[in-house]
Nanobody, 122 residues
Framework: QVQLVETGGGLVQAGGSLRLSCAAS????????MGWFRQAPGKEREFVAT????????YYADSVKGRFTISRDNAKKTVYLQMNSLKPEDTAVYYC???????????????WGQGTQVTVSS
């Protein structure tokens, strides 16, 4: 079992930055690939970024590539999403998720956090 808690959301102006954190419970954090997803009002949940168990490889949605960076600290059992050059279309609830296999499909993930709201004003 893994419990996930996201923090770091908020209101930011376009062009600004935010860093989301996702803290995990349990002793097996390093066994899980971690992903970030987001869901905007009236839209389906979409993949943002994922990172392998060791942190050696990362994958991004085209819409965030070059602006967002996913990273993890296995000693702290935390995964991060650094978001730069934010745009109004990045406004959404952001979720972190854990899965034993690296994947971009939300339906593959076993554990989810409660989400944190990110709002980007124009």
């Amino acid at each position: 079992q893994v419990q996930l808690v996201e923090t770091g959301g908020g209101l930011v102006q376009a062009g600004g930055s935010l860093r989301l954190s996702c803290a995990a419970s349990g002793r097996t954090f390093s066994r899980y690939a971690m992903g970030w997803f987001r869901q905007a009002p009236g839209k389906e949940r979409e993949f943002v970024a994922t990172i392998t168990r060791s942190g050696g490889s990362t994958y991004y949605a085209d819409s965030v590539k070059g602006r967002f960076t996913i990273s993890r600290d296995n000693a702290k059992k935390t995964v991060y999403l650094q978001m730069n050059s934010l745009k109004p279309e990045d406004t959404a609830v952001y979720y972190c998720a854990a899965n034993q296999v690296t994947t971009t499909r939300d339906t593959d993930y076993d554990y989810w956090g409660q989400g944190t709201q990110v709002t980007v004003s124009s």
